[in-house]
């Protein structure tokens, strides 16, 4: 699974730690972008980097429709034919939502 905004080093197939957004007051690497301010320095991050509020909305409610579906489908058993609710599931619909 291709993480969103993770780059992978070409040659040694390793996650570039590197990669991303960086704080422009203080270059800390940005690793919640749902936190609007820099938890290094504390600057208000710029929009295109952090989430805004409709975004982080967006995330959410996928998040409790995914949670709620999963807790469905552990009830009920294994529905035959069904996909199961995965990992992969989840990014989709999040980088889906928020269109980044």
Known sequence: MQIPGANMD???GALDADAGPHCP??????????????????AELPAD??????????????????????????????VSGAAPIGD?????TIVESTGR
């Open 49 to 78: 980097i952090a989430y805004t509020a409709e975004e982080r909305h967006r995330m959410r409610v996928a998040e409790e429709a995914i949670a709620l579906e999963v807790a469905r489908q552990s009830r009920s058993g294994p």
């Open 25 to 42: 007051a203080c270059g800390f690497r940005v690793f919640n972008r749902r936190y609007p301010k820099c938890e290094s320095c504390g």
């Open 88 to 92: 992969d599931a989840l990014m989709s």
């Open 10 to 12: 070409s040659q040694s």
